[in-house]
């Protein structure tokens, strides 16, 4: 996908570029109120200095940005390792559009930007914006369009620019749809998952997307889970508090991520000797081995939608039942020590 374009008729050519060799978004965060985040992953074996790019929101189907739109990033990403960029809404006292990120989000994060919504709007994405990795420096004043920073290449594009997708009612009239998981994915058919949800790179994907897509598949590339969700006992039901259920940030991925670009990584179904089988699974169970560390497993459907939940009481292997539809699988394991892998598994 990195190659020569003209970008809807305004945005300059690129040169070709290798898979492992630029960095790509990660991870998507559009969660509840302010809680939104971009996780960026560096496949290469150099560091990278995040103060060369910016990140830009094409808004409500625009198909032009300006610097008011945009934010030059600052920070270093490791060698195959990842940057968690956060909207910076850290003020605890702050309220309505001030509301400040969870706790949950803002450990997570290694920058924070756009405090200012007046003076950037970059990090403040509802479901239905565009979002482009660039690299370049940012010139001129907030009027001047993102395509003539210095040095202007675009790295990654999440959703479609130009495009504003519609709810689940069809409308787009009020700029509250997202894309979603039925075809042609901006008609509001089926399930929101550019909207209270966080999206996941797949690990076989190698390189950002630099030409504006036809259509915008969220799940063609990424994998779904909810961006908030409900705390449950060991018996798998919700706990309710004074206010109702208890609802955590499930923002335990964002901090790591599982890229074939990684020499160093083991396979997708074994981390920390946790291991999948079988996958694929013909009948919907699969069995996880050398659990002895493991709390709890949450079975997630592509959609992001809950299916299942189970705790282990100590045993080394745990059977895991999915749901009934067939195709792709979130567990999401969590270990006695508070640390969380999410596992991908397949029903055919």
């Known amino acids: 996908m990195k190659k020569a374009l003209l970008f809807l008729g305004m945005l300059s050519s690129v040169a070709y570029a290798q898979d492992c060799s630029k960095i790509f978004i990660s991870e998507y965060v559009e969660g509840w109120s302010n809680n939104k985040a971009l996780e960026i992953y560096n496949p290469t074996n150099q560091s990278v200095n995040l103060g060369e790019y910016f990140v830009a929101r094409y808004s409500n189907g625009s198909s032009s940005a ?4 945009a934010v030059q990033l600052s920070g270093t990403i490791p060698a195959h390792g990842v940057f968690v960029a956060v ?7 702050g309220t309505g559009q001030e509301a400040p990120i969870w706790d949950s989000l803002e450990v997570r994060g290694d920058g924070f930007f756009s405090p200012v919504y007046n003076t950037s709007n970059s990090f403040y994405w509802n479901g239905n914006d565009a979002v482009l990795l660039a690299k370049g420096t940012l010139t001129g004043g907030s009027t001047s369009s993102v395509t003539t920073a210095t ?16 709810n689940s009612t069809g409308s787009s009239a009020n700029n509250d749809g997202a894309w979603s998981s039925g075809a042609p994915h901006n008609t509001g058919i089926g399930v929101q998952l550019t909207s209270d ?3 996941i790179r ?3 994907i190698k390189k950002g997307v630099v030409t504006n897509p036809t259509f915008f598949n969220p799940l063609g590339e990424w994998d779904s889970i909810p961006a908030v969700t409900y705390v449950m006992d060991q018996n798998g039901d919700t706990i309710e508090g ?9 923002w335990f991925s964002l901090g790591t991520h599982n890229c074939e670009c990684n020499p160093l990584a083991v396979g997708e179904n074994q981390i920390d000797e946790v291991s999948l089988y079988p996958n694929p699974s013909n009948d919907g169970i699969v069995y996880v081995k050398n659990t002895q560390g493991v709390k709890e497993i949450n079975v997630i459907n592509a959609l992001g939608q809950h299916v299942n939940h189970f705790s282990n009481n100590a045993s080394p292997i745990m059977s895991v039942r999915l749901g009934s539809d067939k195709g792709v699988y979130l567990l999401q394991i969590t270990q006695t020590n508070g640390a969380v892998l999410t596992k991908r598994v397949i029903l055919q």
């Open 242 to 250: 004074a206010n109702g259920p208890i609802l955590f940030g499930n």
């Open 151 to 166: 040095g202007f290449q675009i790295i990654d594009v999440f959703g479609k620019i130009g495009e504003n997708p519609a």
């Open 66 to 69: 300006t610097n008011a739109n």
């Open 197 to 199: 949800h966080s999206l």
């Open 202 to 204: 797949k690990p076989a």
């Open 87 to 93: 909207l910076d809404k850290r003020n605890p006292l």
